[in-house]
């Protein structure tokens, strides 16, 4: 779950250079807005054709996000994030680093400009993006955002979660 995490984070970004003044005019418009897409993630090693790896949903709001894939579902408020998987009726509550890409990747999507140096722009248009992003010298990721939605923000509260709002059979894990 966590190699999972980890590597979706990196994806949330793109690959090769796109440089410090080059623009994303989609990425832009996240500053003030909640936007919700679909996504699809993909990998590729050393070359070879991207592999999907996941597909799912994305909210963001300035720091906070929810993200539904592989069967689990990420929630962060920019400070706990939680990680939740119906399946085995488990919760993990864990502490958002500041400014920290993997632990939030929200910030992906709101700064994006910080992470320039390894994003490229496969593809945009009105209501799509095509990301790939070099994680690390052999290892690509690709995201393509779909059917990207720009709404009024409303707040944190819908990306906040605590222990007692849990079903009683969850097995919860703190590690905050």
Known sequence: ????????????????ALGAQTRIPLLDRVSGHRVSCRYTY??????????????????????????????????????TRWTLDPEAREAVA???????????????VSQYTRYADDLVVNASGKDFLDLTLRLDSRQ????????????????KSDFSLTEESLPEDYLFTDLR
């Not at 779950?1 to 090769?16: N, R, Y």
């Not at 590729?44 to 579902?73: H, I, M």
């Not at 864990?94 to 992906?108: C, F, G, I, R």
């Open 42 to 79: 993909s990998l590729s090693k050393d070359g070879a054709p991207f592999q999907e790896v996941t597909a799912g949903s994305l909210e963001v709001e300035d720091d906070a996000f929810r993200l539904d894939g592989l069967g689990l579902q990420l929630v962060s408020d920019g400070t």
């Open 140 to 155: 690509q990721a690709r995201f393509l955002l779909r059917d990207i939605v720009f709404g009024e923000p409303q707040g």
């Open 94 to 108: 864990e502490k958002v680093q500041p400014e920290d890409p993997v632990s939030n990747p929200a910030l992906l």
């Open 1 to 16: 779950m966590k190699k999972f995490f980890l590597l979706f984070c990196g994806a949330l970004l793109g690959c090769a």
